[in-house]
């Protein structure tokens, strides 16, 4: 966003707030379920290693979507992101080096699509090795 004006940078500010509060609230909804209601055994890939990493990524997904969702909020009041929005003023927003969450945040993003990637990987190898579709496990 370095090149972009400051104008579309706000919006692109706000449509980022918005969809990491929407992930938020899915996320705690989804929690919420994960516990309370009745859900498919854990996948068994034949490997005890794979089912290990299998319920590891599942959880480490929660984790992240939470401390990634917290991290933005405590970026966007350290900040001073609420300010510049309300005043519409890019300037007001702090320097990223005294945004303490910000880092926090930025690594969490990258853990988390490493693992999106890591997940889809496997979901692919076990519908290769398995002929299992575990798509149909979530429906």
Do not use: C
Request: charged share 20%.
């Amino acid at each position: 966003m370095e090149d972009i004006e400051p104008s579309e940078k706000m919006g692109l500010i706000k449509v980022h707030i918005i969809l990491g509060i929407i992930v938020l609230i899915l996320t705690i909804i989804r929690s919420w379920l994960f516990f309370k209601k009745e859900r498919p055994s854990d996948l068994k890939t034949g490997s005890k290693l794979n089912d290990k990493l299998v319920i590891l990524i599942h959880n480490l997904f929660y984790f992240l979507l939470l401390g990634i969702a917290f991290s933005g909020i405590g970026t966007m009041i350290i900040g001073g992101y609420k300010e510049a929005l309300q005043s519409n003023n890019f300037e007001l927003i702090k320097n990223h080096s005294e945004i303490t969450p910000l880092k926090p945040h930025g690594i969490m993003a990258v853990i988390m699509m490493i693992l999106l990637a890591l997940h889809i990987v496997g979901v692919i190898k076990h519908y290769i090795s398995k002929k299992e579709n575990t798509l149909k496990r979530i429906s």
